[in-house]
């Protein structure tokens, strides 16, 4: 099957600092990415979705200056958490599907933990 | 803005016992599909479902599709302690290509061996 990989993951940042999370589709071409966040004991909520080649679209309460989305290929896409606070400390999983196939699962990657201290 | 309820939040069984979660929403859906989570892990896609009354089965696992396409349902027969995990139904609400999906709040399933 699609495999997706995720690095790092784990992170722990200091508060104000920005950390880089990368999103690898590794044996297929993802033109469209997306990025979830869940808190502990809760459920996946979609931050936004990364386009290749153009803006990523964001959810509704998502800070878009915050949570920076760049899909610079069909296999990469990184989301960046500017000026962390211990708020954003979570888990961040991305997914892609493999629509060459014409698969419609999602494929998800084994996630980031961040925390912020 | 647009909800996928699921219920319930958690459930203990003892092993051997069946086990059913649900999935309901206000608009009617696309499709929808289910995922299980592992502790400590992330989720792997089960199945989907796309017509109404759809029912498709998976080993013990039995999926469907309400008739008005705004429910779904997965039930476990016969629990073993490898089902341990939380089970997401995810709703795609539109038809586009977007592949959008809304998760519903999960089922974390414990299972007593």
């Known amino acids: 099957g699609a495999v997706v990989s995720q690095h790092p993951s784990w992170v722990i940042c200091k508060s104000g600092t920005s950390v880089k999370i990368e999103c690898r589709s590794l044996?297929?071409?993802?033109?469209?990415m997306f990025w979830y966040r869940q808190f502990p004991k809760q459920s996946l909520m979609l931050m936004a979705t990364?386009?290749?080649?153009?803006?990523?679209?964001?959810e509704q309460g998502v800070e878009k200056d915050k949570f920076l989305i760049n899909h610079a290929s069909l296999t990469l896409s990184t989301l960046t958490v500017t000026s962390a606070h211990p708020e954003d400390s979570s888990f961040y999983i991305c997914?892609?599907?493999?629509?060459?196939?014409?698969?419609?699962?999602?494929?998800f990657g084994p996630g980031t933990r961040l925390t912020v201290t | 803005g647009q909800q996928v309820m699921q219920i319930p939040q958690y459930q203990h069984v003892q092993e051997g016992e069946d086990f059913t979660t649900y999935c309901n929403s206000s608009?009617?859906?696309?499709?929808i599909q289910w995922y299980k989570q592992r502790p400590g892990g992330h989720p792997v896609f089960l199945i989907q479902?796309?017509?109404?009354?759809e029912v498709k089965k998976q080993k013990r696992l039995t999926f469907q599709f309400g008739e008005a396409k705004k429910n779904s349902s997965l039930h476990i027969t016969a629990t073993q302690t490898t089902d341990v995990g939380t089970y997401f139904c995810?709703?795609?609400?539109?038809?586009?290509?977007?592949?959008?999906?809304?998760f519903g709040q999960g089922t974390t399933l414990q299972v007593k061996p």
């Open positions: 997914s892609a599907r493999d629509w060459d196939r014409g698969s419609y699962e999602q494929y």
């Open positions: 044996d297929f071409q993802a033109t469209t």
């Open positions: 990364s386009n290749e080649g153009s803006k990523a679209t964001y």
């Open positions: 608009t009617t859906l696309s499709n």
């Open positions: 479902l796309v017509k109404s009354g």
């Open positions: 995810a709703a795609k609400l539109h038809s586009g290509n977007t592949g959008k999906l809304i």
